[in-house]
């Protein structure tokens, strides 16, 4: 498998802005969140993407666009990582602060669409349809512009972005509501630690210490937080990726069970009907893709 190579070098302007092309064997950050918004162009590769509380299949097209400090990560599938694979990941990734043009341009009146756009995207925002493809081809060009038309190119994307049907919100709640660094840290390690382990058993116990709160504290805080309980939020990541399985493979529903973190077939289809309104055989059979 050839070495991971970086083909075009950040173009970081005076605007806060950086356009990059990669060509990879695979994706190789880890989950993570950062300061800058963040839209990702999948030109080649699938796999899986983790943004927020939302895990889905990505492919050639995937467009999204992740908010400042939203927890995410692109997983190749296993068949990247193979040794003797012809298989590259190539994606555009565009970055960029909120402030790129300046801190008193939000407070336009005109530009009150872009500053929707932003709220939105702290849940990540799927494009689809006719913005992804006009989008895509804005942000080929930008790899060659100079910062000025980086910064107007930006502008027109969070524009069409605004006026755009064919955008769907990600994760279903806001993770970052709070403007205090500390909470925004706990909520963070939080959401981390929940999407590298909620194939396994996580307790109580063990993501009040994640979050440095005893029991009754975490689980008000959550709760507040989130409005929703602890349990219920790790029950929608594990029914979330139970879904991507039943699409995507030809493993039995008991399987998908215990491989989703469930350790009760019968509490696994109770709580999968709850949240899809059919049970998980019933979610396969209307809604099967043909997989890779």
Same mark, same amino acid.
């Given at each position: 498998?050839?070495?991971?190579?970086?083909?075009?070098?950040?173009?970081t302007s005076n605007f806060g802005i950086s356009v990059s092309?990669?060509?990879?064997?695979?994706?190789?950050?880890?989950?993570?969140?950062?300061?800058?918004?963040?839209?990702?162009?999948?030109?080649?590769?699938?796999?899986?993407?983790?943004?927020?509380?939302?895990?889905?299949?990505?492919?050639?097209?995937?467009?999204?666009?992740?908010?400042?400090?939203?927890?995410?990560?692109?997983k190749s599938d296993q068949q990247f990582y193979e040794k003797?694979?012809?298989?590259?990941?190539?994606?555009?990734?565009?970055?960029?602060?909120?402030?790129?043009?300046?801190?008193?341009?939000?407070?336009?009146?005109?530009?009150?669409?872009?500053?929707?756009?932003?709220?939105?995207?702290?849940?990540?925002?799927?494009?689809?349809?006719?913005?992804?493809?006009?989008?895509?081809?804005?942000?080929?060009?930008?790899?060659?512009?100079?910062?000025?038309?980086?910064?107007?190119?930006?502008?027109?994307?969070?524009?069409?972005?605004?006026?755009?049907?064919?955008?769907?919100?990600?994760?279903?709640?806001?993770?970052?509501?709070?403007?205090?660094?500390?909470?925004?840290?706990?909520?963070?390690?939080?959401?981390?630690?929940?999407?590298?382990?909620?194939?396994?058993?996580?307790?109580?116990?063990?993501?009040?210490?994640?979050?440095?709160?005893?029991? =009754? +504290? &975490?689980?008000?805080? @959550? %709760?507040? !937080?989130?409005?929703?309980?602890? #349990?219920?939020?790790?029950?929608?990541?594990? /029914?979330?990726?139970?879904?991507?399985?039943?699409?995507?493979?030809?493993?039995?529903?008991?399987?998908?069970?215990?491989?989703?973190?469930?350790?009760?077939? =019968? +509490? &696994?289809?109770?709580? @999968? %009907?709850? !949240?899809?309104?059919?049970?998980? #055989?019933?979610?396969?059979?209307?809604?099967? /893709?043909?997989?890779?």
């Amino acid at each position: 498998m050839p070495k991971p190579k970086f083909l075009s070098s950040d173009r970081t302007s005076n605007f806060g802005i950086s356009v990059s092309y990669f060509e990879l064997p695979f994706f190789l950050n880890p989950l993570h969140y950062h300061k800058e918004l963040e839209l990702a162009y999948i030109i080649e590769g699938y796999g899986t993407r983790y943004v927020g509380s939302s895990i889905k299949s990505y492919q050639k097209g995937d467009m999204v666009l992740v908010g400042e400090e939203l927890t995410h990560v692109w997983k190749s599938d296993q068949q990247f990582y193979e040794k003797d694979t012809d298989l590259l990941t190539k994606a555009i990734v565009l970055k960029f602060y909120p402030d790129f043009a300046g801190k008193d341009f939000l407070s336009i009146p005109d530009v009150y669409p872009i500053n929707r756009v932003f709220e939105k995207a702290s849940g990540g925002l799927h494009i689809q349809g006719k913005t992804n493809k006009t989008i895509g081809s804005i942000l080929y060009k930008m790899l060659d512009q100079s910062s000025l038309e980086q910064m107007a190119s930006l502008i027109q994307i969070l524009s069409l972005i605004s006026k755009s049907e064919e955008v769907e919100v990600l994760s279903n709640f806001d993770l970052h509501k709070s403007s205090n660094p500390k909470e925004k840290d706990r909520m963070n390690k939080i959401i981390q630690h929940t999407m590298l382990n909620f194939t396994k058993n996580i307790s109580l116990d063990e993501i009040s210490n994640v979050a440095n709160l005893s029991k =009754s +504290a &975490f689980c008000r805080y @959550f %709760k507040n !937080a989130v409005k929703k309980s602890y #349990n219920d939020f790790l029950y929608e990541v594990r /029914i979330e990726f139970a879904c991507k399985m039943l699409l995507e493979s030809n493993v039995t529903i008991m399987q998908i069970c215990y491989e989703s973190g469930f350790n009760n077939p =019968s +509490a &696994f289809s109770q709580i @999968f %009907k709850k !949240a899809k309104g059919v049970t998980p #055989n019933q979610y396969r059979k209307s809604n099967m /893709i043909v997989n890779y």
